[in-house]
């Protein structure tokens, strides 16, 4: 079962703002941006229900060598896995998170296909949320890496890169998932100094 886009009231409603012509070009960008991220996703995902181990490792950006790999069940979330690393990381969190698949000019950060944390609701459509999205309902295997962003103010950058996958063994109880199974490096300040927080 792939996942809920959550449109509610939304076609309905720029449907008739541009039947009574308020900001009718405008908003007929916002369909076709929206028409193209929707369908973009519905390509990638999967559809696959898999309780799967999957090894992924979160490499952070901007500072080598800082990674942390993490084993996690297929069934489990992408919000999930974002308070893992934010948590392996020793940071606090009290900020919003983001995970791309990189669009055609391979860029895996900011681009237009990005899958965001419940509370994230500034963008002109409806967007995949994070609670939602479970890790085998990305297409690893054409997508090994994708990006993933802690903290939009700060800018807190991954390249988050799947390692691989194994059958759940009898060994493998559900409630251990996800963990850590390694790291290197020490991680940066939640917040710089030089910020002044």
């Known amino acids: 079962m792939k996942p809920i886009l959550e449109e509610k009231d939304f076609l309905p409603i720029v449907q008739k703002a541009i039947a009574q012509k308020r900001h009718a070009p405008y908003l007929r960008g916002v369909l076709e941006n929206y028409r193209q991220y929707r369908d973009f996703f519905e390509r990638q995902f999967t559809g696959e229900d898999s309780d799967d ?22 069934i489990q979330t992408l919000n999930i896995l974002a308070e893992t690393i934010v948590e392996s990381m020793e940071w606090v969190n009290v900020h919003l998170h983001g995970f791309w698949l990189p669009d055609e000019h391979r860029m895996r ?16 459509y409806p967007t995949y949320k994070t609670k939602h999205v479970r890790i085998c309902d990305l297409p690893w295997k054409e997508e090994p890496i994708i990006g993933f962003m802690f903290d939009f103010g700060d800018g ?42």
């Open 156 to 197: 807190h950058e991954f390249d988050i890169q799947f390692r691989g996958r194994r059958k759940r063994t009898k060994k493998d109880r559900a409630n251990a998932f996800p963990y850590l199974s390694d790291q290197r490096g020490v991680a940066p300040e939640q917040y710089p100094k030089e910020l002044n927080y």
């Open 53 to 74: 181990v999957f090894s992924v490792r979160a490499k952070y950006r901007g500072k080598t060598p800082v990674w942390r790999d993490i084993q996690i069940l297929g």
């Open 109 to 124: 950060i900011f681009n237009s296909f990005g899958i965001f944390h419940d509370g994230m609701e500034d963008d002109p």
